[in-house]
């Protein structure tokens, strides 16, 4: 099977785009083949693939299909804006072939990519992932789209919404005893789980062992879907710098949403000011947690690397 393709990465957090209108591919056969496109040897390599699929006018898409472990059912994500629409329909995977519900860096590139090759000549747009309605603003420069503003939502706080087993309400400033060390961790969604562990004084985050400690939390059983970790050192009141251990990718350059989720443990914490530049392996990102509002604003890059065509078996 011979299938059309975009890499793209934001902040090096980088992604197999692929056309879900012109590769119409079986629900059952999707998780082999992000598999074998991500693996950096004998595949494309990327932290996962995203589908794309355009809307029509009923904001109507059957292809796509639900994780049943996510708790969406058909056609319930309509139900998520205002007016039940959206405009194009994000279909994430992890490099394990595991559905992931959303990724802040991914969505920025599925807005670059539908703008670039002219599915939309919108320069606002909403799209949807697992029943998450966003929306994003687009920077366009010579007719390409550079920056991305994504309008995040609000941030999840209730331990049982996370998900994470506490005995709080909501996991803040929360010890974890994890590979025999205790920790503490603050656990936001913002719509997939994060729990963000910020670095003691002395300690170098630089030559932190996140290979080794990333995947006890991936894993760890107070998480019930399992979990992203972000390790994080806050640098000044409006700067921070993180590592991340995605849930099914292991360490990446960047994440999005755990961006997010960091600025918000941050101001409970009392750490920094509502706005931070979050400092990523592979770039920064601005993110700003509008407190009257309760809604989280990221605004970064979105690069397309390369396109090609790829042929496998399937």
């Known amino acids: 099977m011979k299938i059309e393709f975009t890499k793209m990465q934001g902040c090096g957090n980088d992604y197999v785009y692929i056309n879900g209108a012109d590769v119409p591919i079986a629900q059952g056969e999707k998780p082999e083949l992000v598999r074998k496109l991500s693996d950096r040897h004998f595949g494309i390599g990327g932290d996962g693939v995203i589908f794309i699929h355009p809307l029509g006018k009923e904001g109507l898409h059957t292809t796509s299909g639900t994780d049943e472990g996510m708790g969406v059912k058909p056609g319930e994500w309509m139900r998520s804006d205002e007016d039940g629409t959206a405009d194009f329909e994000m279909e994430m995977y992890n490099a394990d072939g595991s559905r992931a519900e ?33 929306h994003l603003d687009l920077t366009v420069e010579d007719g390409k789209a550079v920056s991305i503003k994504v309008n995040m939502g609000a941030p999840v706080l209730r331990a049982e919404e996370v998900p994470v087993i506490s005995a709080q309400e909501e996991a803040i400033a929360e010890k974890i005893e994890v590979d025999g060390k205790e920790y503490e961790m603050t656990c936001v969604s913002m719509g997939n789980p994060h729990a963000v562990i910020f670095m003691q004084e002395g300690e170098d985050l630089d030559g932190f062992a996140i290979e080794k400690t990333g995947p006890y939390f991936e894993n760890h059983i107070r998480f019930p879907k399992r979990t992203n970790t972000e390790f994080v050192k806050v640098i000044d009141r409006h700067t921070v710098q993180m590592r991340v251990w995605e849930r099914g990718s292991g360490e990446t350059l960047a994440c999005g949403t755990g961006a997010c989720a960091t600025a918000v443990a941050c101001v409970l914490n009392g750490l920094t000011e509502e706005e931070v530049t979050v400092k990523l392996l592979g770039g920064e990102l601005r993110i700003r947690w509008d407190r009257e509002e309760n809604t989280v604003y990221m605004t970064g890059p979105a690069v397309t690397v390369f396109e090609g065509t790829v042929e496998l078996e399937l």
Do not use: F
């Open 102 to 134: 959303m990724c802040g860096n991914g969505i920025r590139s599925v807005a670059k990519y539908v703008y670039d090759k002219g599915l939309t000549e919108e320069k606002s747009i909403r799209i949807v992932s697992c029943g998450q309605v966003k």
